[in-house]
């Protein structure tokens, strides 16, 4: 029998099965996934910021970070905002319905440098899905540094992964700030760019790390605040999206100059994407 992952079978999806659908907001959901394999569910493991390729029949295939945290064995979370045909078809699916995912694939983030560290992380939109994973990951591992988490959504409705903002909002040493950009009758909170919130954070620079995960704009904005508040370029980490096919480092459809988001990617610091020729910095 030929193993899958063999250079073969690179491409050949394994099935898995949709336990559960959270639905996190009217764009986004969340697929709780387990492989229909046992041994390779067993087995199976992956570290944050790692993405699977996702897949439907008659409906295309894509990258979709993973959500959850390594150490939640068992499953898989998926969180998928709908963009298009292959996104659009996953959340018609439901409860008991199978897909194809290949993977883990992708740099993840460097968590062994993270333990050390003050942690500020800024998201906005599905962009917390990569970071949530980390976030967990780092809590469930003890992080004994000060976590600051900003979190930006178009509107109080668009506030996605709810439990877990709640749950970080009530977690020692853990600093959780919510923004939108435009209020509904109701929300008492913060509205304005989640730039906006960093003037409410005790930061400090020299002894941090900074993770941002969103819409280019956002990150755009975000990266310029970090370097005025004195933030080194290799002490930001962000993930840049590219439209890709293999996943694998062959098609080469998500260059940025000689590197390529499915390999080197798609988890880069500030220092290494300014040697790039990337838009997501452009002004
Ligand atoms: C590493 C990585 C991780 C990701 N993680 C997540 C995640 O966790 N959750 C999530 O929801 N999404 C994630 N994405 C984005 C997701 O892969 C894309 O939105 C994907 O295109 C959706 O597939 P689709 O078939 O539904 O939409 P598509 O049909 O691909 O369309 C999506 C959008 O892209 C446009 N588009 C289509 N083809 C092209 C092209 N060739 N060039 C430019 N624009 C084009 C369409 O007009 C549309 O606006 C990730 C992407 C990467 C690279």
């Not at 764009?27 to 699977?52: E, W």
């Not at 199978?98 to 050390?116: D, E």
């Not at 730039?195 to 969103?214: I, M, R």
């Not at 996943?247 to 798609?266: A, E, F, S, T, Y």
């Amino acid at each position: 029998m030929t193993m899958p992952n063999s250079p073969k079978d690179l491409y050949r999806p394994r099935r898995a099965e949709i336990r559960e659908v959270i639905v996190e907001n009217s764009q986004i959901k969340t697929f709780v996934l387990a492989f229909v394999d046992r041994a390779h569910n067993g087995s199976f493991t992956y570290q944050p910021g790692q993405f699977m390729m996702v897949s439907v029949p008659h409906c295309g295939e894509a990258p979709i970070s993973i959500s959850s945290t390594p150490a939640d064995s068992g499953t898989i979370h998926l969180s998928v905002r709908r963009a298009g045909i292959l996104t659009a078809a996953l959340h018609d699916m439901k409860q008991g319905d199978m897909v194809g995912l290949r993977g883990p694939y992708g740099r993840p983030f460097p968590m062994t440098a993270l333990a050390g560290s003050d942690l500020l992380f800024v998201a906005g939109g599905i962009g917390l899905a990569p970071l949530r994973s980390v976030i967990n990951t780092c809590l469930a591992a003890g992080h004994d540094r000060r976590i600051t988490i900003l979190y930006g959504s178009r509107t109080p409705s668009d506030i996605a992964f709810q439990g877990d903002l709640a749950s970080w909002g009530q977690t020692a040493g853990v600093n959780c700030l919510l923004t939108v950009d435009r209020s509904e009758p109701g929300w008492e909170g913060e509205v304005g760019l989640v730039t906006g919130l960093f003037a409410q954070c005790a930061l400090e620079p020299d002894e941090s790390k900074a993770l941002v995960c969103g819409p280019p704009m956002m990150i755009r904005a975000v990266l310029a605040q970090l370097a005025d508040r004195g933030f080194a370029d290799g002490n930001i980490i962000t993930t840049m999206e590219r439209h890709m096919k293999c996943g694998v480092g062959i098609c080469r459809h998500c260059h940025m100059d000689d590197k390529l988001v499915c390999k080197d990617g798609p988890v880069f610091t500030l220092e290494e994407l300014k040697r790039l020729k990337v838009m997501e910095l452009r002004g």
